[in-house]
């Protein structure tokens, strides 16, 4: 079981199962949103349970995905497609330990020019 929060803890959530080995997305959404790229990892529906819901604010990104942020730190926490069984939850909103490493950076075409990717994953 893994734990995590946003940064004031009004949303609170728990994963019921291993984490999969999670990507950094460097699209020119996930660096807007975040300030940087964004690491994630796909969690089943079934096995993730959020606590503080009513503080969650949604933001429609695009016609298939919504991205939830904490109304009141501003923490971005969930990217989610509705139509899919899983969303992407946050890497850095976990306790530790993850238990789980980067396994891919995703959307490398878009990253920003002020870093390099030299830690040898896969670039897609």
């Given amino acids: 079981m893994h734990t995590g929060s946003c940064l ?14 999670p990507d950094a997305c460097h699209c020119g959404q ?7 790229y964004w690491a994630s990892t796909d969690v ?4 993730l349970s959020i606590s503080g819901e009513p503080n969650i604010r949604w933001y429609q990104s695009s016609p298939k995905v919504r991205r939830g942020f904490c109304a009141n730190c ?5 990217w989610d497609p ?12 976990f306790d ?9 950076h995703i959307f490398t075409a878009d990253k920003g ?5 030299a830690d040898g994953l896969p670039q897609e």
């Fill in 82 to 93: 509705p139509q899919r069984d899983s969303m992407a939850v946050a890497m850095g909103a």
């Fill in 74 to 78: 501003g923490s971005f926490l969930f």
């Fill in 8 to 21: 004031c803890g009004a949303i609170t959530f728990t994963v019921s199962a291993l984490l999969k080995a």
């Fill in 30 to 36: 996930c660096r807007k949103q975040s300030g940087h």
């Fill in 113 to 117: 020019d002020y870093y390099d990717i």
């Fill in 96 to 104: 530790a330990p993850t238990d789980t490493q980067l396994h891919v």
């Fill in 44 to 47: 089943q529906r079934s096995d």
